[in-house]
Every structure is written in structure tokens, then in C-alpha cells.
């Protein structure tokens, strides 16, 4: 009798507890939730929750989930079942993008941002916003318009060890200026303790980074995009002067076998110890290599030009972005924070505190030296999201694969270009 | 009465058939299904398109990466069936006799299978790597006058895979020889006393009484060695950070490509079903041939 009584008790308790709404209703005011994977971030985030919560009694509650393809899958299975949180982020491409938007999960920004002389959309850099926007006509039939917010901006570039260009003999303010100086200086080194070139090409995408800077800078943009539409083979001889870069790389041992076994992790350290002389690696290693190494002497360089024909362009934009989720309950809230999180105090602490670069262009000038130069690389930056047309994933593998194999020496260029386009041929004609 | 006591009966039997059908039936039935869309793993299911057999089509002639990886992980599954088992086996039969400190090796050969699999591949990186490792394996063949055995083991495109299935079968090793070792001791000591005294060597004794008993322990271990090492993949992210130009690549690592880098989740389910169903053949050919083995001796 005692115990049905003890029961009765605590499921009345759970009951009276779960009729009382959250404590959001409590204080009268929402929680906004975010989601996100930028485990470097996470103090910072949680300090600027904090003064918002000051300002306006509104929680933050920033709650992270790592490492990011953990994340991606969480953001997935949550967008299936509705209940994604206020804010997230969106890892992947601008397909996968388009697709939380016709799924009805995204916000669209664009009144929000154009408010008062388009204020907010002001704070930006345009190619930041770039990476969130949708133009008219978009080949993935997104109403046109801004979807997201980016909180910073990244360039992926490559960074020169100035110690080790002195050991070689070399200037170590003047980096090589065309890809044929970076595979003689490739030629130079003797010392099998140093590594002439490294990067994480374990992992594809930087792979295809590297050899889509080069594609711009030897055919263009134009021409790029072509190929991507199906209108140019990738047996065309401009793509086989891409990939043939990378043998050239390999044949002149600036690369070894092992970087396509490499994670960036790895890579990172590498450079951040002086055993590399060239990294390849986006504008967030700045923060790595500070943790590494504090006293790391290195600069900032472009990937050098292999071509006259066309500029060379560099992967950058947002490097992350928070999006409103659409069918959240505290969207206006929501809005007003993000509004608040990309102003120029906030993000300028962001940036000092993560090392990070800034979306909001009116803080650049409290940024140090070494993050600066990766800034400047903002006026060669492109990324695959901003060209309005992807490829399709299964060439972008076979494409990069291919380019792992060519390092390898078990492929020819023009193996690799007839293979490509042998699965673009079949992804085209299963698209018709 | 009688009916009440077959319903009290499905009662208690609910709550297990619900959470078997919750967490087993229900999602591989929808994997199933998913095997026939063509689904990016964000919009509504029920805008999924419908594709019938194409993806399982593509995979039968289209797809020379997944073959690759199904031949990359049928080398180490064969190294693991072969080598690994045999260690196993050798090792289990020598802890089975009155030697010193059995239960200390018993021990220490049950270590490796404890480890992560991400630990292990991790510390034989930095083991036998030449970039970012110690390279160890490299130094002690120098040293004892033997350079031209020194390899680059993870980034040498002919050494990787086999590099993998030997560190594959140093960490699963522990897990055959824990069941050979149970296996043995179940074998009755008396048939060893009667086959001495007859006259039996250790050989013949090995020949007729000890692999004839354990042929149903063999084959156990042997669908267990298949069904784990065709799954292996977190030991080959550590050790070489990926597919290295398909060379390491297996069918778990193709169908986490698919679904998390090209998110095709319907092709990924797809290949999740036809990799299923290739074990389960591998499993039930293994089951029958044992059974044989036993009718025939009956």
C-alpha cells in the first residue's frame, strides 16, 4: 500500500513537472539553442552567450557536437525527425544546402538582412555572404535569396616556413613565385628529416581544392564551370596540364607518396615543427600552429602560378555560418542574436580569441599580421558553393582519386582525364 | 485458464519482441526500402525518388571501387583466416599445456583485442611510419644488417593492404585464441591417456583426437574471423587515414564515402544490403560445409 502510494506520488511529481513548461516560460524569456562543431570555439562561444544573456536575460545555450561528421549525421536525423534546434550550422555542399531549404528547415534572411538600408547585410564581406545566398535562376531551384549567416571567413592558401627557405639558400621573405621555382626549391632539399610539401590529401577535398586553384589559374573560370556542365571533357589538354602538376610535383619529390596517406593533422605538425618547408592549408592553421609551435616563423603565400592565362584563385568565403531554423518557435529571437553574435565587438572578440578571421568586414583591422595576409587572399577567393552548378560526387572522387594515384606513379594524367570523363559520361547520360 | 495463461505468456514476451522489432526489424526494413531510392539523407523520405533496382544495378556493373574494396577486404579476411588463426590456434594449444606463467600469457595474448581499434592503428602508425612515426620496424632492420628489408609499409601502395592485415591479425588474434583455448579444454584428457597409452604420438594424438574435436571451434572462429575482419575499417583510418587511392579501401569505408561525402544515402543503404546479404552467404557456406564435414564422419 506504502509503495502504491510512494508511485502514485512520484508520477504525480513527474506529471506536475511536465506541465510546467520549461524554465524558458519560467522567466518569461526563450532559450535560444544552437548547434555546432567548432570545438576551438566553444569558450568563446559560451562568453559571448553569457554577455547576451546580461544584455537582454535572453539564454544562449551553445551546445556542441564533434568531430564534425558526427555532427553532420546529428543535423541530418534531427532535420527528419523536426526537431532541429534554433541555430545550426550546415556541413557540406551547396547541394546539401539546397536541399535543407526546399525541406522547408532554413530561414530565409533576406528581409531581415536588408532592414534599414540593408544594415546587416553591410557588416559583411560580399563573398562571405556569397557562400549563404542563392541567386536568381540557381541550377538547384532555391527561391533566390540569404539563408545563413557567416560568423567568420576562411582562405585556404599555402604558408612558407622562412627558417627552412634561409637553410636552402633561399630569400626567406620572397616565396616562389611560379610552380616551376616551388619544384626547384623542391630539388634543393636533401635533408630526408624535411619535408618539401605537405597537406592532409588523405582527405579528398583538399585534394580537389589544390586542383581546382589550378584549373582557374590555367583555363579559368569559364572553362572550369563548362566542365563541370558537361560542355568540356576533362581529356581536354588544359585538364591533363592540371593533373600532369601533380606528377611533376611527385617526379621532382617536393611531395612524397606519403602525403596521400596524410591526415592535416599531421601535416600540421610537420610544418609547425620545422620538418616542412610548404603547407597547404586553410587560414584556421593559425590557431593550430600557434598551439604548436608560439615561435613558428612563417609567412603567407598564394599557390605559386603554373599558368600567365587566367589569375590563380584560392578556395574562401564563410568558413562557418549559423542558420535560423525555420519552423523554430523562438525564430525572431533567434534573428535578433545572430544579428547581435556578427556585430563588429562580438566578432572582433571571436577573432582574437580563435584566431579565427571575421565575417564582419569592419574588424579587420584588430586582426594580427599573419591573419591578415590570409585575408588579402580574399580578393582571389572562389569556392564551389558560390558557382551556382556542382558536380557530381562520384567524378569529384574518381577525379581525385585519380590525382592520389598519378602521385603514386600508377596512373598516367591522361589515364586519370579518360577515366573522369568516363564517369561523368555516365552520371550525364543517367542525369538525361 | 489455458487462455489466460497463453496470454500471460505473450506478455512477458512483448517486451523483448518490441525492442527486438524497434531496434532490428523496423530499421533494416527501412534500409531495405532505402536501397530502392534515390534519398540525399535531408529531405522528407516521402519526397524520395524511387529508382527500383538501379542502385543495386550500379553496384553490380558500375561501381569498380566497391569490387576493389570487396577484393581489398577478402585479402585481409584470407590473411586473417590463414595467419591470424593459425597464431591463434598454436598459441592456444601451448597455453593448454602445464606450462609456466599460462595464465600470464593467457593475459597478455587478450590485450591486443581489448584496445580500440583507432589506439591501435594510431601507435603502429607511429610504429612503422617514416613521416610522423618512429619508424621502428625500420631502425631495428638497420641495425641488424638488413636494410634492404626496410619499406615504407603505409605509403607504398604494394605493402599498405598487407600492412593492414597483419596489424588487423595482431589485434584480433587474442579473440580465436581465447575461444581455441576454450575448445581445448573441453576435449576429454581421458582420450589423450588412452591414445598414449596405445601407443599414439603427440602427432598422430594431434591427428585424431585434437583437429577432429575442434573442427566445430574452427569453424565458429572462422565465421566470427570473416564477419569482424570484412567489417574492419576504424584500424585502416588509423593506420593510413583512408581509402590511400583505393588501395586500402573496404566496403564499410565505401559506404560511409557514399553517405557522408557524397551523401547518397539510398546507394549507401543499398550497399549495406548487398554487403549483408555477401556475408550472410560467406556465413551460411562456412555453417554447411561444417555440417557436412560432420554428417561424413557420423
Known amino acids: 500500500m506504502v509503495s502504491k502510494r510512494l508511485l502514485i506520488g512520484i508520477l504525480s511529481l513527474f506529471f506536475i513537472a511536465g506541465c510546467g513548461g520549461s524554465s524558458q ?93 540593408s544594415s546587416w547585410k553591410n557588416f559583411f564581406f560580399p563573398k562571405a555572404l556569397e557562400v549563404n545566398e542563392f541567386a536568381q535562376g540557381n541550377s538547384y531551384s532555391v527561391a533566390p535569396g540569404i539563408y545563413g549567416v557567416p560568423i567568420d ?38 635533408d630526408p628529416q624535411i619535408q618539401g610539401f605537405v597537406s592532409g590529401w ?89 598551439g604548436m609551435n608560439p615561435n613558428l ?64 568586414k569592419n574588424c579587420l583591422s584588430q586582426i594580427p599580421e599573419v591573419l591578415a595576409q590570409f585575408s588579402k ?40 582525364a579518360q577515366e573522369v570523363q568516363k564517369v561523368k559520361e555516365r552520371e550525364l547520360s543517367r542525369k538525361r | 485458464m489455458r487462455i489466460k495463461s497463453t496470454l500471460e505468456n505473450y506478455l512477458f514476451v512483448t517486451p523483448a519482441v518490441l525492442i527486438f522489432s524497434i531496434f532490428y526489424i523496423i530499421p533494416f526494413i527501412f ?27 550500379e553496384i553490380l556493373f558500375h561501381d569498380p571501387s566497391w569490387w576493389q574494396a570487396m577484393r581489398n577486404a577478402s585479402w585481409i579476411t584470407l590473411i586473417a583466416l590463414t595467419f591470424q588463426n593459425a597464431l591463434a590456434f598454436l598459441l592456444a594449444l601451448a597455453c593448454d599445456r602445464e606450462i609456466r606463467m599460462k595464465n600470464f600469457y593467457r593475459v597478455v595474448f587478450f590485450i591486443p583485442p581489448v584496445l580500440s581499434e583507432i589506439v591501435v592503428g594510431m601507435v603502429w ?39 593492414v592485415a597483419i596489424v588487423h591479425s595482431w589485434k584480433g588474434f587474442g579473440w580465436g585464441f581465447l575461444i581455441f583455448l576454450a575448445g581445448l579444454q573441453t576435449i576429454p584428457r581421458e582420450l589423450y591417456e588412452a591414445a598414449r597409452v596405445d601407443g599414439a604420438g603427440a602427432w598422430h594424438s594431434f591427428r585424431k583426437i585434437t583437429f577432429p574435436m575442434m573442427v566445430p571451434v574452427m569453424v565458429l572462429v572462422g565465421i566470427l574471423t570473416v564477419l569482424g575482419t570484412m567489417q574492419a575499417f576504424v584500424l585502416i583510418i588509423g593506420l593510413v587515414g583512408g581509402e590511400f587511392a583505393g588501395h586500402t579501401s573496404v566496403p564499410v569505408l565505401r559506404i560511409l564515402a557514399c553517405m557522408r561525402d557524397s551523401s547518397r544515402f539510398g546507394y549507401a543503404c543499398a550497399q549495406g544490403i548487398s554487403f549483408g546479404a555477401i556475408l550472410v552467404i560467406i556465413s551460411f557456406i562456412q555453417y554447411r560445409f561444417s555440417k557436412e564435414r560432420q554428417l561424413k564422419k557420423i
Open chain 1, 25 to 117: 516560460k519560467e522567466s518569461g524569456k526563450p532559450t535560444i539553442t544552437i548547434w555546432h562543431w567548432m570545438t576551438d570555439r566553444k569558450a568563446s562561444f559560451e562568453e559571448l552567450a553569457k554577455k547576451y544573456q546580461e544584455k537582454t536575460g535572453i539564454k544562449v545555450d551553445f551546445q556542441l557536437y564533434a568531430p564534425s561528421d558526427v555532427y553532420s549525421q546529428k543535423v541530418r536525423a534531427a532535420a527528419q525527425g523536426q526537431n532541429l534546434p534554433d541555430i545550426f550550422g550546415i556541413l557540406g555542399e551547396k547541394r546539401d544546402f539546397s536541399s535543407f531549404i526546399k525541406a522547408g528547415h532554413v530561414l530565409e534572411l533576406t528581409p531581415y538582412m536588408q532592414e534599414n538600408n
Open chain 1, 153 to 190: 571567413i576562411m582562405t585556404i592558401q599555402m604558408v612558407y616556413n622562412k627558417g627552412l627557405l634561409k637553410k636552402l639558400g633561399l630569400n626567406p621573405n620572397r616565396p616562389p613565385d611560379t610552380f616551376q621555382d616551388l619544384i626547384e626549391i623542391g630539388k634543393r632539399i636533401t
Open chain 1, 202 to 290: 588523405s582527405e579528398l577535398w583538399m585534394i580537389d581544392c589544390f586542383a581546382n586553384n589550378y584549373a582557374f589559374n590555367i583555363m579559368g573560370k569559364d572553362k572550369v564551370l563548362a566542365t563541370i556542365r558537361g560542355e568540356v571533357p576533362y581529356t581536354d589538354p588544359d585538364w591533363i596540364k592540371v593533373l600532369t602538376l601533380f606528377k611533376d610535383m611527385a617526379d621532382s619529390e617536393i611531395i612524397t607518396k606519403s602525403v596521400i596517406t596524410m591526415v592535416n593533422k599531421t601535416a600540421e605538425q610537420l610544418f609547425a615543427t620545422d620538418k616542412a618547408v610548404f603547407a597547404f592549408n586553410g587560414s584556421w592553421c593559425v590557431n593550430v600552429y600557434q
Open chain 1, 297 to 360: 616563423n612563417y609567412g603567407v603565400m598564394l599557390p605559386p602560378k603554373a599558368s600567365e592565362a587566367y589569375p590563380m584563385a584560392i578556395w574562401g568565403g564563410a568558413g562557418s555560418s549559423f542558420i535560423v531554423n525555420a519552423r523554430s518557435r523562438n525564430k525572431e529571437e533567434a534573428v535578433k542574436f545572430l544579428k547581435w553574435f556578427s556585430d563588429r565587438d562580438q566578432q572582433a572578440y571571436l577573432s582574437e580569441a580563435t584566431n579565427n578571421l571575421p565575417a564582419n
Open chain 1, 377 to 416: 587572399g580574399m580578393d582571389f577567393a572562389t569556392h564551389p558553393t558560390v558557382w551556382g552548378v556542382s558536380e557530381f560526387s562520384t567524378v569529384i572522387e574518381a577525379f581525385d582519386k585519380g590525382i592520389q594515384s598519378i602521385i603514386l606513379g600508377e596512373k598516367t594524367p591522361l589515364q586519370v
Open chain 2, 31 to 57: 534500409v531495405f526500402r532505402l536501397g530502392f531510392y534515390d534519398w540525399d539523407g535531408i529531405v522528407p523520405l516521402k519526397d524520395a525518388v524511387f529508382v527500383g533496382l538501379a542502385n543495386f544495378k
Open chain 2, 125 to 163: 602508425r607511429f610504429i612503422i611510419n617514416d613521416i610522423d612515426g618512429a619508424n621502428m620496424i625500420n631502425r631495428l632492420l638497420l641495425q641488424i644488417g638488413l636494410p634492404q628489408l626496410a619499406h615504407s609499409w603505409l605509403s607504398d601502395p604494394k605493402l599498405a593492404l598487407n600492412t
